[in-house]
């Protein structure tokens, strides 16, 4: 139904920001005043955008009407992040901030060094797998070395540690939201 290349941008857009935030279209909806099956019309094309539908939208999510109206982000796939240092481990992320998921990925090295561990609590889910060297990780009461090729998955909410063992270790790792931001901020 819409050919108008405005519209079919903004629709896109739409869906686009509504995933990123992690939201259903009931929550759109319910934050937009208007039904979730509304909201999924427009999004597809089905029902026609118009200009009374954008500001409680743009409110709905967060953002402005510009940004619902905004022309297409570059679409170069190359993540272009800088490497750095936080509690001297080395990050450097593969991935963007902004995945529709929350989840980020890096590239980590874990120096050598014999630090006595101190677990962390959190929300999230963590996942590592080990490129190079070894990966001590303390989970709880289980102390588990992770050799190349293998990985580890769990739950941040059980107290959990890791670190090199017997030289440094690189590792690829996948934290959600919760887990960036203590593990890298």
């Known amino acids: 139904?819409?050919?108008?290349?405005?519209?079919?941008?903004?629709?896109?857009?739409?869906?686009?920001?509504?995933?990123?935030?992690g939201l259903s279209l009931n929550e759109i909806g319910a934050r937009a005043g208007m039904a979730a099956s509304t909201v999924s019309r427009l999004e597809s094309g089905a029902r026609r955008l118009t200009l009374d539908h954008l500001p409680p939208l743009a409110r709905a999510l967060g953002v402005t009407v510009d940004a619902l109206l905004a022309p297409p982000?570059?679409?170069?796939?190359?993540?272009?992040?800088?490497?750095?240092?936080?509690?001297?481990?080395?990050?450097?992320?593969?991935?963007?901030?902004?995945?529709?998921?929350?989840?980020?990925?890096?590239?980590?090295?874990?120096?050598?060094?014999?630090?006595?561990?101190?677990?962390?609590?959190?929300?999230g889910h963590d996942w590592v797998y080990v490129l190079s060297g070894k990966?001590?990780?303390?989970?709880?009461?289980?102390?588990?070395?992770?050799?190349?090729g293998e990985a580890a998955e769990f739950s941040c909410r059980v107290p959990h540690w890791l670190g090199a063992v017997d030289g440094p270790a690189e590792a690829l790792a996948i934290f959600g939201p919760q887990g960036e931001r203590i593990h890298t901020r």
Do not use: C, Q, W
């Open 1 to 21: 139904m819409a050919t108008d290349p405005v519209n079919e941008r903004t629709r896109r857009r739409l869906r686009d920001l509504r995933e990123r935030a």
């Open 73 to 123: 982000e570059d679409t170069d796939p190359r993540v272009r992040s800088r490497a750095f240092t936080h509690h001297g481990i080395k990050f450097l992320p593969l991935s963007r901030g902004d995945a529709a998921n929350g989840m980020r990925a890096f590239k980590v090295y874990y120096p050598p060094g014999d630090l006595e561990p101190s677990l962390a609590v959190h929300d």
């Open 135 to 148: 990966l001590r990780l303390v989970l709880g009461d289980d102390d588990f070395v992770l050799e190349p």
